[in-house]
């Protein structure tokens, strides 16, 4: 029985790297999965096509014309009339857009979506309102944690008895196999620092949402007590000229490293001590199961799903987001006791392989498929 995923790419981020790995686990259980990439010229998506195609798992892609595109309902319905899948299931506003238009133009029996953000930009008209008329096209939504779940409900008007919860989950035998002492030693010896220097490390892209501004102010307070510590930021994106300026008037030129994107962000994330995350949303965060593998405390917001990922005291330290003091002593904690950093880190861990594994996600999803339709 096939699944027809749609999907709005935007780069290998952690909507990208969800359906990545669902996709997989969904054909591996003999699932017919396949997938409609939907992409834009301003956002090259060959890096996500190599690794489908390493995956294993069908897709096709469809460049949009911009935002608006007329004939991209169209071209799904296509798809659609030739594949007959009685589930599509879309994945970010315009997959949810032109998919739903497409499947229900065509009577597909059941229309499942997934929401992955509580993006601020929902909260505007006139998309609350386009949003809300999408709910009433799906028969079903998944909400990657409870946090977007109450967001959905609050601010577009989903009905809650339409809503799933299904935590992203993250497969640690699926990362590539990292020896941590060894990255840290090569890793830090790649970046010019040595085995005593404190590392923080965050891993995002450069967009107003990741509080990047917030989490230069913090470390600038921390630089009185550990005049040696190091803030490694991986990721790319439009503020990135804005916050090394920023990083510039605060005098840290010598203690930030801007290192753009990075494909070996586990052995990075090994070669470090804290993980910083202060995000002003986030309707997840996947990136923390990927700190969290790597037995790296975390310092984060309290805000969104975070809490439901990183447990305070326990996993990492949490502070009111844009609280830059907070965060701040937060860090300041974990630096002057690597003992409690390391205990939180290793709890992490566990709670990884507890809590977020991805043969569950898999499962959870593939019971609610059977559940509405139970011929699969």
Not at 89 to 103: I, N, P, Q, S
Request: hydrophobic share 45%; aromatic share 4%.
């Amino acid at each position: 029985m096939r699944v027809l995923h749609v999907l709005r790419a935007t780069g290998v981020a952690g909507a990208e790297r969800h359906v990545l790995a669902l996709l997989a686990g969904l054909c591996a259980s003999g699932l017919d999965a396949q997938l409609a990439l939907l992409t834009a010229r301003q956002t090259p998506t060959s890096g996500l096509e190599a690794q489908l195609r390493d995956s294993g798992i069908p897709f096709h892609s469809f460049p949009m014309r911009g935002h608006v595109d007329v004939t991209l309902t169209g071209r799904l319905r296509a798809l659609t009339r030739e594949g007959k899948p009685p589930i599509v299931h879309t994945h970010l506003f315009h997959a949810d857009l032109y998919g739903a238009l497409a499947a229900r133009l065509e009577r597909v029996p059941t229309l499942v979506s997934s929401r992955h953000n509580d993006n601020a930009f929902r909260r505007r008209q006139p998309w609350r309102a386009l949003n809300g008329q999408l709910w009433r096209m799906a028969d079903v939504g998944i909400a990657i944690s409870q946090a977007v779940a109450d967001f959905a409900v609050e601010v577009e008007g989903a009905p809650r008895d339409k809503l799933r919860v299904i935590h992203y989950g993250l497969q640690q035998n699926s990362l590539p196999d990292v020896d941590r002492q060894r990255s840290r030693r090569d890793l830090r010896c790649e970046l010019g620092l040595d085995d005593t220097q404190p590392v923080v490390v965050m891993a995002c892209r450069l967009v107003e949402q990741k509080g990047v501004s917030d989490a230069l102010q913090a470390f600038a307070g921390t630089r009185a007590d550990f005049p040696q510590a190091r803030l490694l930021i991986a990721g790319d994106g439009p503020l990135r000229d804005r916050l090394q300026d920023e990083a510039a008037q605060a005098g840290l030129t010598g203690s930030v490293r801007f290192l753009g994107w990075r494909e070996d962000v586990p052995k990075l994330l090994a070669a470090c001590d804290v993980f910083l995350m202060p995000s002003l949303w986030e309707g997840f965060g996947l990136v923390l199961l990927e700190a969290m593998a790597q037995g790296l405390p975390v310092v984060a917001s309290r805000v969104s799903a975070i809490p439901e990922v990183v447990v305070d005291g326990e996993t990492g330290l949490l502070a009111p987001a844009g609280d830059v003091p907070a965060i701040c002593d937060a860090l300041l904690a974990l630096l002057r006791d690597p003992g409690m950093a390391m205990r939180m880190g290793e709890r992490g861990g566990h709670r990884l392989e507890t809590c977020f594994g991805e043969a569950r996600m898999v499962q959870e999803t593939l019971a609610l498929y059977r559940e509405l339709q139970p011929t699969l």
